[in-house]
């Protein structure tokens, strides 16, 4: 039984180092594996949202850093194009 | 920037900018390096304000731009981390979601929308190219 044991954690260990190697190969080193799963995959999210959904509304900052106003502000006349990202 | 350029006269643009992607304190990319776009995650609001204006004057960015703050609820409500795409239409309805970035990042996409929307803006240089290979 304790063998049975040894081997079964053997073979997953031995899983998880491969598909380590596999996520490094992916990613371009075992720095960028570890960043993607440690940084990335917590962020990710497909999100529910759907064509033809109501748009969310959330408020934002203005560039002065004092000032804010609302995405749903900006909808009213014409579709708005919402561009997310950061600097890095 | 060119959908911009091409469509600002149809359509309303805003740029949403979220938390970092690859920040030096945790993933950080060699081409932030090589590109010396090196900052580490924002902790407070005023990072994140200061970043921005930082992308805004290297780039000369024309675009409108909100910063989400610290609650990340922008980011949260769109999926948006790191980057997408979406567009509301005059009702308020989501009329176009992008794919999740990177590598669903599809601006084409959302130019393919807006050409369907508004018609298909051709630019000389590409037409000619175009013309020579056809």
Same mark, same amino acid.
């Given at each position: 039984?304790?063998?049975? &044991? #040894? &081997?079964?954690?053997?073979? !997953? +260990? ?5 598909? !380590? +190697? ?8 075992? #720095? ?8 990335? %995959? ?16 959330? #408020?934002?900052?203005? %560039? ?25 | 920037? @060119? ?19 690859? $920040? ?5 990319? *060699?081409?932030?390096?090589?590109? /010396? ?5 924002? *902790? ?9 204006? /930082? ?8 675009? $409108?731009?909100?910063?989400? /703050? ?5 980011? /949260? ?29 599809? $601006?084409? @996409? ?9 018609? @298909?803006?051709?630019?000389?240089? *590409? ?8």
């Amino acid at each position: 039984m304790r063998r049975f &044991w #040894k &081997w079964t954690l053997g073979v !997953f +260990a031995l899983l998880l180092v491969a598909a !380590f +190697a596999l996520l490094s190969f992916m990613a371009g080193s075992p #720095k960028d594996a570890y960043g993607m799963v440690r940084y990335a %995959l917590p962020h990710m999210h497909r999100g529910t949202l759907r064509v033809g959904d109501d748009a969310p509304d959330a #408020k934002l900052v203005a %560039l002065d850093g004092a000032s804010g106003f609302h995405i749903r502000e900006r909808t009213a006349g014409r579709p708005l194009v919402l561009i997310f990202g950061s600097y890095t | 920037m @060119e959908i911009y350029n091409d469509y600002k006269e149809h359509a309303d643009f805003l740029t949403v900018y979220v938390r970092e992607a690859h $920040p030096a304190d945790e993933w950080q990319m *060699k081409s932030n390096v090589k590109e /010396d776009v090196c900052y580490a995650q924002p *902790k407070n609001l005023q990072g994140r304000v200061a970043i921005a204006n /930082d992308f805004i004057q290297r780039f000369h960015y024309p675009l $409108p731009f909100g910063i989400d /703050d610290m609650t990340n609820a922008a980011n /949260d409500a769109y999926a948006a981390w790191p980057e997408r795409l979406y567009v509301i239409d005059e009702s308020g309805r989501i009329a176009y979601r992008g794919g999740m970035g990177p590598f669903h990042y599809n $601006p084409q @996409e959302l130019r393919g929308w807006l050409a369907a929307r508004f018609g @298909e803006v051709k630019h000389e240089e *590409k037409q000619k190219e175009a013309d020579g290979k056809g």
